[in-house]
């Protein structure tokens, strides 16, 4: 019996998770479109509406984003009305992104988003639990692995 090869592409993590997170992303489109956002626009959303305000440096960090990333969504999510940027009156050189009333009556038609993306994908509360799970588990691993020099 032969030993499966390692370097085949079905094998790789970084392979799979590239797949799923391309076909996460698009199965998300359909649901997010009503609310008139895209994928990254809802992370942003989603961390808002969990803390109404939030300095553009804290976001990036929540979202491990650079935050000249984010800059361009941020213009476009002040565009639709749904968030504010401004400069912290404390320290100029601090932009803080805040809910507008638009953006924070936004989240009681997104509350359905995860209910939907649960049905769409036919998976059980504890299946997505278990993954999510695991994944966090992932994103410390690869967390830790930056973190340590080279062995």
Known sequence: MSTPDPLTLERQVCFALTVASRGIVSAYKPVLDPLGITHPQ?????A?????TLDLSTLAKLLH??????????KRLETQGLA?????AADERRLEITL??????????AEQVPIEMARRLRMTPAELTALHRAMLELI????????EPGE
Request: aromatic share 4%; charged share 30%.
């Open 42 to 46: 809802y992370l942003v959303m989603l």
């Open 100 to 109: 507008t009333p638009e953006g924070e009556a936004l989240r009681a038609r």
């Open 140 to 147: 410390d691993a690869s967390q830790r692995s930056l973190e």
């Open 65 to 74: 984003q650079e935050a000249s990333t984010l800059s361009p969504l941020l």
């Open 48 to 52: 808002l509406w969990e803390h109404r």
């Open 84 to 88: 504010r940027r401004q400069r912290s």
